[in-house]
């Protein structure tokens, strides 16, 4: 369950933070008809999103599940990659990728960020 909820919130995360500020100011504002008219509402849940993801993360994990996890789940940087930029074995940065996303999994659904249509309702 955890490791679905990890891949979920991920790829939430991603997408949000691919959009440019025009795109994200698009998801701020809803439309709502009240009896005086139009009135405009705005939210950030999207932005809310994703500093709350980055703050759980930075909150579960430790500095070096932290800086694994960006490179490997978020940048998508390849383990070897990562390895020879950590001066690691490729082994060690696979076994703290899964870790950190048992561990992100986790925090997530204790957060409230999963399931991610809840959060959005």
């Not at 999103?49 to 430790?62: M, Q």
């Not at 960006?70 to 899964?98: K, S, T």
Request: charged share 25%; proline share 2%; hydrophobic share 50%.
């Amino acid at each position: 369950m955890y490791n679905e909820a990890f891949r979920q919130c991920l790829a939430r995360y991603c997408q949000l933070r691919e959009l440019e500020l025009d795109e994200l100011r698009r998801w701020w504002v809803t439309i709502v008809s009240t009896p005086a008219g139009l009135r405009r509402i705005y939210s950030n849940r999207a932005i809310d999103y994703v500093v709350d993801f980055d703050l759980i993360a930075r909150r579960a994990l430790s500095r070096w599940e932290w800086v694994v996890m960006q490179a490997y789940h978020v940048r998508q940087i390849p383990a070897r990659e990562c390895a020879r930029v950590f001066g690691v074995d490729e082994m060690a940065v696979i076994a703290l990728a899964q870790q950190a996303a048992e561990k992100m999994g986790r925090a997530l659904v204790l957060g409230g960020l999963w399931p991610v249509k809840r959060y959005f309702a």
